[in-house]
């Protein structure tokens, strides 16, 4: 019942996150587009009111009006913006703990690039989480965040030297969403740690009768700036695990830095938009040349040896790196079981896929030999038989006493099958 509840559970934390961060998301676009088309007071403006902006939505009319440090006396129903930057960083670790930890040989260890044990590979991507936010804070603030355009320069090699540290200890899948989830955690952080730690000192000394210092806001408006532009890499690169041509390649960590250069130049045509009125029509010019570099790279050759010869040279049964997995290899249904997986399923999940139209195997998930169909028994177990959904639209016409047959083999491996 572990798979078929996990599976469950994975879907539901998955619909919270995605909600929680179109939440998010939305909220943030709207404040930068807010903040940046705000324009002088007309007539007697209030102490202090440095923009205003009128807005019509849902049948009426809003006005509104930014004070520049804070008003002369403080509200009491503030509304405070934070709980869909929580809600949706605490669901995506919860979905990173569940899908690349707890099923880490899978999604997570790729023993070609480094062999790591399950607890080390998780501990490092943790690690890799936090040092993220440190090391991004700690930039910000020395001397170096004075200057947006060499502080955002910084950033920008940092995380593509991080990126390129995860493809290297990683499965392609894994390093990408690991890429993802840093990005993620630092604006989260910059949440959690700056942007809400200032606006209530502000709210405090307002309440004691002091003046705010008004570089506690210039400090959370850079921070806040910084999340706007970093979202459409994020979202990009939490897709990307459904896509092996974005993370089956060498060379995804040089795709995650043009993508940060992607989203940073049509977040740029949006701001100045909103700013200014202009329409930088040369930003969407840039972003289409760097996404041909993207498709490009997608499929250039790397500089390792093929893992495609690697793994077809290893088809042993006697080497598997957990118990469960020996037991399915030597089960007296592998073989039938193997013969149904390969007339099945392997034309697309093969290193070089015969079907028509597929250039690589979907979610880079390899059926191609032996040693594949027991490495990814969990995934055929989802897919084809606690589900149908493999083959899509039973294409290959996989019949049901063959899915019978899988469901006995992967019993034999749990020790609940006696033949």
Known sequence: MWTYFAEWLQFAVRWV???????????????????????????????GVGG????????????IQKYMVAPPHMPEDLTWFKWESYATWLSGAALLFLVYYLGADLYLIDPARA?????????????????????????CK???GKNDSTLLGIVFVYVVAASFVFSQLFSGRGAMLHTGAMIATIMTANVAMLIIPNQKIVVADLKAGRSPDPRLGAAAKQRSLHNNYLTLPVIFLMLSNHYPLAFATEWNWAI?????????VVRHFFNTKHKTGQHLWWCWAVAGVLF??????????GWRASTADVASSTNSSLDFPADPQL??????????????????????????????????????????????????????????????SMPPGNITGLEPEERLTLSRWLESGSGRYRP
């Open 17 to 47: 996150h995605v909600v929680t961060a179109i939440a998010w998301i939305g909220s943030s676009f709207y404040f930068i587009a807010l903040d940046l088309g705000l324009r002088r007071p007309h007539g007697a403006p209030l102490v």
């Open 52 to 63: 205003e902006a009128w807005q019509v939505h849902g049948g009426g009319f809003y006005h």
């Open 115 to 139: 062999d790591l044990p399950a607890w080390g590979a998780t501990l490092i991507g943790i690690a890799g989480l936090a040092l993220g936010w440190v090391v991004y804070d700690a930039i």
């Open 142 to 144: 020395s001397p170096l």
């Open 256 to 264: 995650a830095g043009l993508v940060l250069l992607i989203g940073a």
């Open 292 to 301: 041909v570099l993207v498709i490009t790279l997608s499929g250039a050759p």
């Open 327 to 388: 037991a399915l290899a030597r089960s007296p249904l592998f073989v039938e079981a193997e013969s149904i997986v390969q007339s099945r399923c392997s034309m697309c999940h093969a290193r070089k896929p015969l079907w028509p139209g597929i250039g690589h195997a979907p979610k880079a998930v390899l059926l191609e030999n032996g040693r594949d169909i027991v490495l990814n028994a969990s995934l055929i177990e989802r897919q084809a038989v606690r589900s149908h």
